[in-house]
């Protein structure tokens, strides 16, 4: 079961809310595991985001939402939803005190409805105004733990990179790992890596789940690099603000369009390189995540008759704090009736 006493407050709420939020988006949503259909997923995680965020003690605005998604051919594409759904710019919650929240209603869209690990539902806050608005479009990043910090940097060569790191984990670099999506963008770097003998995880999605790992000593994921998401950038930005990590990044538009919409969001310099206090600023921000599918950090959600246990990642930065929460939901009156299984 999870921990009865509260978990101590941040960004205007207590931990603890922000874990109950995506626990229950979890257990409605990990039921579409394998059912092969993303859109009716996205759409039922967002309901459920939305209604779970209305109840927070906090006003929260919605600044990052990822938009589109990988379809199975690997295009991105918009996401058909309906009306009334989150959305960017949404105002949610019963309390005053204002944030900024961004969320990933389902990081491996795609991995949860084959069946596949390493699925989770996430969410972020921090006090209003703090989250870098970026247009739903890619980001490159750079992303190491807390003993890497202040060693790497986006614009030297991806082997200097690893050394550092190596250097700074005291490893060679033959037995450092690190996480690079399996995208066609990333066959040079990808070979880059491999030149320096580091061993590489090729990842078929989502890039937060690994930055996780990359935060938690001794759960060997050295670094996450390459082209992703910019949602997800600010996202594993306040994950490194809560393990006391970095992330650098440049955003990366691939077309006119996105450099106008770029601008509109006031990012004039393309080629700046954004540190973590660009992406978030200040200190207070708390970052909670639920398994959806089996994975390295989080387990997936598992039924039983009238409930189902999850597992759940919650941490602040005031107080520091990381708490894993392993808990029992009795979601109808029978659950239970035969014992609970531990």
């Known amino acids: 079961m999870g921990a009865s006493e509260p978990l101590a407050g941040s ?10 939020v995506t626990e229950q988006v979890a257990l409605k949503v990990a039921r579409m595991e394998g059912a092969g259909v993303p859109e009716e997923t996205y759409t039922l995680a967002t309901e459920a985001f939305r209604d779970q965020l209305a109840n927070l003690p906090v006003s929260g605005e919605v600044s ?69 608005r970026t247009p739903d479009m890619y980001m490159s990043k750079l992303i190491v733990g807390p003993r890497s910090r202040g060693r790497v940097d986006i614009d030297a060569p991806v082997s200097e990179n690893i050394e550092a790191i190596a250097g700074a984990v005291q490893r060679r670099t033959s037995e450092i790992t690190v996480a690079v999506l399996d995208r066609e963008r990333h066959e040079g770097l990808i070979e880059e890596i491999r030149s320096t003998g580091a061993r590489i995880q090729i990842r078929p999605e989502g ?40 992330i650098q990044a440049k955003m990366w538009p691939t077309h006119r369009s996105q450099v106008e919409r770029l601008r509109e969001y006031g990012i004039e310099d393309l080629d700046k390189k954004l540190t973590l206090e660009d992406l978030i600023r200040g200190d207070d921000v708390v970052f909670a995540a639920t398994g959806l599918t089996p994975g390295e950090t989080l387990n997936g959600v598992r039924y039983f008759r009238g409930g189902g246990r999850t597992h759940t990642l919650v941490m602040s930065t005031k107080p520091r704090m990381i708490r894993f929460l392993d808990t029992i939901h009795a979601l109808e009156p029978e659950a239970g009736a035969q014992g609970f299984q531990i």
């Open 11 to 20: 960004v205007s709420a207590p931990a603890i809310e922000y874990a109950a």
């Open 64 to 132: 990052i939402l990822r938009e589109e998604r990988l379809d199975e051919e690997g295009k991105l594409r918009p996401l058909k939803v309906r009306p009334g759904i989150l959305g960017v710019g949404d105002r949610l919650g019963r309390g005053e005190l204002e944030v900024d929240l961004a969320v990933e209603p389902v990081e491996g869209l795609q991995l949860l409805t084959k069946g596949q690990a390493g699925a989770i539902s996430a969410v972020a806050a921090s006090s209003r105004g703090t989250m870098l």
């Open 207 to 246: 890039d937060l789940t690994p930055v996780i790992a990359t935060g938690i000593r001794g759960a060997e994921i050295h670094a996450v690099i390459g082209i992703g998401g910019a949602p997800e950038g600010i996202l594993s930005a306040a994950v490194m603000k809560c393990l006391g990590g970095e």
